[in-house]
């Protein structure tokens, strides 16, 4: 609570800098509102899950969406953030007109990486929850009949992770080659090994039973990904549009 009434702080610090510092219509004033209503969104959701008693022992079906949302929430708020930050720098503005086909890949790669995230924190959920001692225990957990659902859900998502992260991997080599932007090229790059990275550190959590320490590495690894791909979306998306119709013509 201490560092989310900081954290909160600082997103209004950042609004009244944009605004002091950059004209009325710039990216920057916008995404740090965004960022803004996002931190009181997140805000929201965490105090919901106190007063709906959506803690501790609870595992129930509220507390898994709950979860999920709040954590699809976080990485809103990290990309408002991160664009903040971005624009900040002299960054472009995004422009999506004439842009269809990457737009819409864009979008559906974000969707799909807040899908991984929040598979992701419920499958946490689960292994807190339900503990196992050994890994054949856990494996036994997730298929015997009857189980948690929390349990039963633990299975897809490492299936989800693998097909969702390498979905992620080709579409951005695909546009590192198809745009020649050296920046995307550098966040699709990052993207890519960063998202190796962290199937390593998800697999060596699932053979050490999910510790603490290797969940919070392997959620920090999430949100490298989910930034390398926020970076890698602003560069495609601000690249001039003769540049992009080669790729236009793949992603549709």
Same mark, same amino acid.
């Given at each position: 609570?201490?560092?989310?009434?900081?954290?909160?702080?600082?997103?209004?610090?950042?609004?009244?800098?944009?605004?002091?510092?950059?004209?009325?219509?710039?990216?920057?004033?916008?995404?740090? $509102?965004? +960022?803004? =209503?996002?931190?009181? %969104?997140? &805000?929201?959701? *965490?105090?919901?899950?106190?007063?709906? !008693? #959506?803690? @501790?022992?609870?595992?129930?079906?509220?507390?898994?969406?709950?979860?999920?949302?709040?954590?699809?929430?976080?990485?809103?708020?990290?990309?408002?953030?991160?664009?903040?930050?971005?624009? $900040?720098? +002299?960054? =472009?503005?995004?422009? %999506?007109? &004439?842009?269809? *086909?990457?737009?819409?890949?864009?979008? !559906? #790669?974000? @969707?799909?990486?807040?899908?991984?995230?929040?598979?992701?924190?419920?499958?946490?959920?689960?292994?807190?929850?339900?503990?196992?001692?050994?890994?054949?225990?856990?494996?036994?957990?997730?298929?015997?009949?009857? =189980?948690?659902?929390?349990?039963?859900?633990?299975?897809?998502?490492?299936?989800?992770?693998?097909?969702?992260? @390498?979905?992620?991997?080709?579409?951005?080599?695909?546009?590192?080659?198809?745009?020649?932007?050296?920046?995307?090229?550098?966040?699709?790059?990052?993207?890519?090994?960063?998202?190796?990275?962290?199937?390593?550190?998800?697999?060596?959590?699932?053979?050490?039973?999910?510790?603490?320490?290797?969940?919070?590495?392997?959620?920090?690894?999430?949100?490298?990904?989910?930034?390398?791909?926020?970076?890698?979306?602003?560069?495609?998306?601000?690249?001039?549009?003769?540049?992009?119709?080669?790729?236009?013509?793949?992603?549709?």
């Amino acid at each position: 609570r201490v560092t989310s009434s900081l954290a909160g702080l600082l997103s209004i610090g950042v609004l009244i800098g944009a605004r002091r510092a950059f004209v009325s219509g710039s990216p920057v004033r916008r995404a740090a $509102a965004v +960022g803004l =209503a996002l931190m009181l %969104l997140e &805000g929201a959701i *965490g105090a919901l899950l106190v007063k709906r !008693g #959506l803690v @501790a022992k609870n595992a129930s079906e509220a507390r898994a969406f709950v979860v999920g949302l709040h954590l699809c929430n976080t990485f809103l708020l990290l990309g408002a953030q991160v664009l903040t930050y971005h624009f $900040a720098r +002299g960054g =472009a503005a995004l422009s %999506l007109r &004439g842009r269809v *086909g990457l737009s819409g890949l864009m979008f !559906g #790669l974000l @969707a799909l990486a807040l899908l991984l995230g929040a598979t992701g924190a419920i499958t946490a959920l689960g292994d807190t929850l339900f503990p196992a001692t050994s890994l054949r225990e856990g494996f036994a957990q997730d298929m015997a009949e009857g =189980a948690h659902f929390l349990v039963q859900l633990r299975v897809y998502h490492p299936a989800i992770a693998v097909l969702g992260g @390498a979905l992620l991997v080709y579409f951005a080599q695909s546009l590192r080659a198809s745009t020649g932007s050296p920046e995307v090229a550098r966040w699709a790059w990052l993207l890519t090994g960063v998202y190796l990275a962290q199937v390593a550190v998800g697999s060596l959590n699932l053979w050490l039973l999910a510790p603490a320490p290797i969940q919070i590495t392997h959620l920090l690894l999430a949100d490298l990904v989910w930034i390398a791909l926020v970076m890698m979306a602003a560069h495609a998306l601000a690249a001039p549009v003769v540049a992009q119709v080669s790729l236009e013509r793949a992603a549709s």
